[in-house]
C-alpha cells in the first residue's frame, strides 16, 4: 500500500512554483520533505493547506 501523501504548493524565494509534501512512514512518522532550496514561500491560504495536511497526516500516523 502506498504511503498517505499531500503536497502543498507553495514558492521559493525567488516566486518559482515548488511544493511542500507532508508523508506518513510505516512506524507512524511523519515526513515533511521541503522543495530543492530547502525554502518555501506561503499565503495564508496555503498555510492552511499546510495545516490542513499536517493535520490528516497526525491522524494516519496515529493508527495502529
Do not use: N, Y
Amino acid at each position: 500500500m502506498a504511503e498517505p501523501r499531500w503536497d502543498v504548493q507553495c514558492h521559493d524565494p525567488f516566486g518559482r512554483d515548488r511544493a511542500l509534501t507532508v508523508i506518513v512512514e510505516r512506524g507512524g512518522k511523519v515526513v515533511l520533505v521541503p522543495p530543492p532550496g530547502a525554502s518555501a514561500v506561503l499565503s495564508g491560504q496555503q498555510i492552511r493547506r499546510l495545516r490542513q495536511a499536517l493535520d490528516q497526516a497526525a491522524g494516519r500516523a496515529s493508527e495502529p
